[in-house]
């Protein structure tokens, strides 16, 4: 028989795994609700009318898509089938699909349930999703996500909290990062200033190459992609924007002064910096104007989170959209989210050794079982120590005690107790720190008190 | 445009539904670590050989089954396809399928991961199940299990510690429940006595009616169902069986005695019983013949909880099985589990009214946003107010009051601040118990006494 497998790209969670997870989502959701973030949930399944056309027409195709139940063939003729168009036939039998983010499904969420939502709304979600995608190190076919919007409001207090938000997290966890920090706008008043709106993603990737390769490289590449030397002039004040993020703020100005749009960036960014001094981070914050993410989605701020002591892609995003819901019918709704990468974070928690003794605490007190007379005596002592919210156990079975230590090892508990008949007949149990060593013979009020 | 909707079956589960949820679910899981349970999780996602076969004929039709991606009419012909039998065209263009449950997703994780847990495993997993059944009240497609169990142990002080377990969750629930225990054994030796083994089932599903119908009915019916007439003169002190659980197990002791399986079945039911009385439970606990859940499965203890104050069916159940890993090549693992059902539990939370106030907490304290200078003057109060771990908001514009206070009732918000110029000119603010309307001015430092 051949030994059982799991799909490509899918995980088993082992239970240090799950713990060092909860500890992950626990410190995350505890910071949303610090912040009167409210938590939802939508189901894994859609429907294929909600999600294709939403991700262009690579995501239709990275969609995992569920094949109808019974007879799925029906009222599909011969012909159809024969033609093997096998995108448009997927659409023919399967009518729902797993969600590919949590976006759309909030999007959705919203308008299905827009009068019962208590605007702005501030919500909360963390969920796996599902992408066709070819698995390799890192990437995923099941991942979770862990995303933050508020909703039905424009006010740039929300990116200021979202900033704090992460802040929070970050310095929950013990990593230091750079927040950084662009605004749509300011990238699209630098693209109608040098007359290239449509290569300004190009644009800030070769920017982005400035440290490493220099400016003559850089203006290189820039006409390589096919930008005028009128054009390369005059992006080059932005290009060598250096300094702190108000002398940017500054410099911006001046650059972006022909731009209404620019103009307005540089003032959003401004006051989003003023209201984050007024209560300084842990992280630094960095205005960056290489910062690009999903240009044709976000209008407004834009984040990223990089930690500073680990190798790493950006372990969080977001960024202010305007109509996430127009796609269904609800128009005007602007909102401002962001998204922590879970499994990036787990992978920077384990390189520097950051997960807190608590949050893997698994059994904390193991009984040795010794048989049937002693178990009968344990019982209402298990209880009483139970009582106290101890993490307990009782080997199930009296076999040797080598065997007893050893779960206990594997488990990793840090005190076994061991009550035979001397012991008990003196009410005590004989308690050892698995760690040190050491033994004492203790009662239980007294037990309680040591492991507590 | 249509109103976007969601798969029928399926739910979205709001701000409220998600804090009752999550009450539930921290509950059982605070409970099952106290007793050492690990938690693990598996991808929603199984290969279909691994779920195919495992649920019956009808648990394969109800299966999720997933497209496969990209060309999944390649090597499938043009023959096969036009003969439209379905459900085998089915596997050869799905591969994957969605969990239908969590013991066979637990199993085949036992096998592979064999080398690395350490046995007897305590396991407990919380994840969503998918079954294509036809949707009706209180039956859905998309809908989490708890489950709890212990592998690779023998030891009936398993059965015991999780009747304390769901005796213990359901304390904490404040539910008041019966729980009923039954072992598949004594349920075989029955079988055998009478000679009607495969009847059995028939057999008790009669005998339950006892209460509602008479003797006289109950046997017409057995008759009814053909046994013999010797076979319902034997079942007599079986269906007459009264009195406190040590009573019964005497006389079942004197009705199987003829049969070793009948025996055993009593014995691992006394062990139980005896050990339970060592620290009574606030559930009582009912041996109760008529007790047969999914025969086919469990070997040993089965239990079954029902609510005492509401009419519903069972809200938690399991039982013993051997042999939970041989279908994926692992013989000799026995184990014993529960299920807790948490829609049930979450209608009975529901209709008794049990939720503490605190599982409910939102926002506890809004601050009402007067505009930019006062808000300049809030940032640091806020940061101040949420570092003692009050949940707070400043709403994210300076709108009419009105509207502010409204959002804050919706969201049942108990606490606003007002700091106006004349507020911020004394350092102070209006705080306002949205509950008794009283208002008073007081300092920061008061205001987090208060709401504390």
Redesign the interface.
């Known amino acids: 028989?051949?030994?059982?497998?799991?799909?490509k790209g899918?995980?088993?969670?082992?239970?240090v795994e799950?713990?060092k997870r909860?500890y992950i989502f626990n410190t995350i959701k505890e910071v949303y609700?610090?912040?009167?973030y409210?938590?939802?949930?939508?189901?894994?399944?859609?429907?294929l009318?909600?999600l294709m056309g939403k991700y262009g027409e690579e995501g239709d195709?990275?969609l995992?898509?569920?094949?109808n139940?019974?007879?799925?063939?029906s009222g599909v003729s011969?012909e159809e089938?024969?033609e093997?168009n096998?995108p448009r036939?997927?659409t023919r039998?399967?009518?729902?699909g797993?969600r590919y983010d949590l976006t759309v499904p909030f999007a959705?969420?919203v308008?299905?349930?827009r009068n019962?939502i208590?605007f702005?709304f501030?919500?909360y979600q963390i969920q796996?999703v599902?992408r066709?995608d070819r698995p390799q190190k890192g990437r995923y076919?099941?991942f979770y996500q862990c995303d933050g919007d508020?909703v039905g409001?424009?006010?740039l207090?929300?990116e200021?909290?979202l900033i704090?938000i992460m802040d929070e997290v970050f310095h929950r966890f013990g990593i230091r990062v750079a927040i950084k920090m662009n605004n749509r706008k300011i990238l699209t008043g630098i693209a109608e200033i040098i007359g290239e709106a449509e290569k300004i993603v190009d644009i800030t990737v070769v920017i982005d190459k400035l440290d490493k390769i220099g400016l003559d490289k850089v203006n290189e590449e820039l006409r390589s992609k096919g930008l005028s030397e009128k054009a390369i002039e005059q992006l080059q004040p932005t290009i060598l924007l250096t300094g702190t993020n108000s002398e940017k703020v500054a410099s911006l100005k001046n650059i972006l002064s022909a731009s209404e749009t620019g103009v307005k960036g540089v003032e959003e960014l401004q006051f989003i910096l003023e209201?984050i001094e007024?209560?300084p981070l842990d992280a630094t914050l960095e205005l960056d104007l290489t910062l690009a993410r999903g240009l044709n989605y976000y209008t407004g701020a834009i984040f990223e989170v990089k930690a500073l002591d680990v190798q790493i892609g950006s372990i969080t995003g977001g960024g202010r959209y305007d109509n996430l819901t127009g796609v269904?019918?609800m128009p005007g709704v602007s909102g401002v989210g962001i998204s922590f990468g879970a499994d990036r974070i787990f992978d920077v928690l384990n390189q520097l050794e950051l997960y807190p003794e608590n949050a893997l605490k698994?059994?904390q007190l193991?009984f040795v079982?010794f048989g049937e007379k002693e178990?009968?005596w344990l019982?209402?002592v298990?209880?009483q120590v139970?009582m106290t919210?101890i993490?307990?156990?009782?080997y199930?079975?009296a076999v040797k005690m080598k065997k007893q230590m050893s779960?206990a090892d594997?488990?990793q508990i840090p005190f076994v107790a061991i009550a035979g008949e001397d012991e008990i007949a003196e009410n005590k149990v004989n308690l050892k720190n698995m760690l040190t060593g050491e033994q004492s013979l203790v009662g239980v009020e007294e037990l309680i008190q040591s492991i507590r």
């Not at 993490?391 to 009782?394: D, P």
């Open positions: 028989m051949q030994k059982p497998s799991i799909p899918t995980r088993d969670f082992s239970p799950m713990a909860n609700h610090l912040y009167g409210q938590q939802i949930e939508t189901p894994a399944m859609e429907n009318s909600t195709k990275l995992f898509k569920i094949l139940s019974g007879d799925f063939l011969d089938v024969l093997r096998t036939l997927a039998i399967c009518e729902k797993l959705r969420y308008v299905q349930h019962e208590n702005p501030k919500r796996p599902w066709a076919r099941e508020v409001s424009d006010s207090l929300n200021v909290e704090q209201k007024k209560t269904f019918g698994t059994t193991l079982n178990q009968e019982l209402p298990l209880k139970r919210g993490r307990t156990e009782l199930p079975e779960y594997a488990k």
